[in-house]
T-cell receptor, first 111, second 113 residues
């Protein structure tokens, strides 16, 4: 079983709609969590860190469910520019070297 | 502008040749990382380093080598021992303190034929 798993998608979303997707992780000792955005053939860019209480950044909301070991990302009022692959990243120890990456969820926003 | 630079963007090599990928950062970050990304897969850690002159193997270090002679620089050598070197290579850095958010360079696409 992979340490971090994501639904690869694609999630096809009409412009203006809401889309949400999850990422599950297997290591219950995982300490910190992140969502990155990766455009085709580009580097990943940090979208947001995920805090225990959940957090919001504009149209993006991230949640952490430690009991069920997953994090989620919700995108409201989707824009065409939101089309990308969203990577879930988990730090499996409170340390700088123990990051595990999911393979990503592709989101396609259509006009 | 602070950031991470990688060069070259595209690199082509013949099988059997060693090749070195450059990674430089001016973010004053302590930690630096090398990842490899293959189509449809997540990033896999090759090597990482927290301080100068110290580095550790990641999950797929075989066939790769690194050095960390300066805080700003963390070059990766892909040796001829690496069986499937064609991939997208990404360098990242982070501060040495939690939550250890990583920032990535633009990557180098290596093609070995």
């Amino acid at each position: 079983r992979k340490e971090v798993e994501q639904d690869p998608g694609p999630f096809n979303v009409p412009e203006g709609a809401t889309v949400a997707f999850n990422c599950t992780y297997s290591n219950s000792a995982s300490q910190s969590f992140f969502w990155y955005r990766q455009d085709c053939r580009k580097e990943p860019k940090l979208l947001m860190s995920v805090y225990s209480s959940g957090n919001e950044d504009g149209r993006f909301t991230a949640q952490l469910n430690r009991a069920s070991q997953y994090i989620s990302l919700l995108i409201r009022d989707s824009k065409l520019s939101d089309s990308a692959t969203y990577l879930c990243v988990v730090n499996t120890a409170d340390s700088w070297g123990k990051f595990q990456f999911g393979a990503g969820t592709q989101v396609v926003v259509t006009p | 502008d602070g950031g991470i630079t990688q060069s070259p963007k595209y690199l082509f090599r013949k099988e059997g040749q060693n090749v070195t990928l450059s990674c430089e950062q001016n973010l004053n970050h302590d930690a630096m990382y090398w990842y490899r990304q293959d189509p449809g897969q997540g990033l896999r850690l090759i090597y990482y380093s927290q301080i100068v002159n110290d580095f550790q193997k990641g999950d797929i270090a075989e066939g790769y080598s690194v050095s960390r002679e300066k805080k700003e620089s963390f070059p990766l050598t892909v040796t001829s021992a690496q069986k499937n070197p064609t991939a997208f290579y990404l360098c990242a850095s982070s501060t040495g303190q939690g939550p250890y958010e990583q920032y990535f360079g633009p990557g180098t696409r290596l093609t070995v034929t």
